[in-house]
């Protein structure tokens, strides 16, 4: 089965979905250090793509993100779509905002 990795971060998400047999077509994360680590843990046989978008500021049908991951995936069959929480002990909405 064929999954993207959306809100990807260094790639745990699909590191588990490749393990189960899956293939991961391609990763979005708006840090560039994710996505260089995402890229440098790929598997350089496989044709994934890598996004270094914010998704959350334009993920409508005509918008840029939608457009880059259509034409990466234009002749792809998509079984699913994956995507990592925050991770709480950076994200600014997770416990790095707690005071305790």
Same mark, same amino acid.
């Given at each position: 089965?064929?999954?993207?990795?959306?809100?990807?971060?260094?790639?745990? *998400?699909?590191?588990?979905? !490749?393990?189960?047999?899956?293939? %991961?077509?391609?990763?979005?994360?708006? &840090?560039?250090?994710? $996505?260089?680590?995402?890229?440098?843990?790929?598997?350089?046989?496989?044709?994934?793509?890598?996004?270094?978008?914010?998704?959350?500021?334009? *993920?409508?049908?005509?918008? !840029?993100?939608?457009?880059?991951? %259509?034409?990466?995936?234009?002749?792809? &069959?998509?079984?699913? $779509?994956?995507?990592?929480?925050?991770?709480?002990?950076?994200?600014?909405?997770?416990?790095?905002?707690?005071?305790?």
């Amino acid at each position: 089965m064929n999954v993207i990795d959306l809100f990807a971060g260094c790639g745990g *998400f699909s590191l588990g979905f !490749k393990q189960e047999n899956f293939r %991961i077509l391609g990763c979005a994360d708006w &840090e560039s250090r994710c $996505i260089e680590t995402l890229k440098i843990n790929s598997n350089r046989k496989d044709s994934m793509f890598f996004l270094e978008e914010d998704l959350r500021l334009s *993920f409508e049908p005509s918008g !840029k993100n939608s457009a880059a991951i %259509i034409k990466n995936l234009s002749s792809t &069959e998509v079984n699913g $779509i994956i995507g990592g929480p925050p991770c709480q002990a950076y994200s600014l909405a997770g416990r790095v905002q707690d005071e305790h």
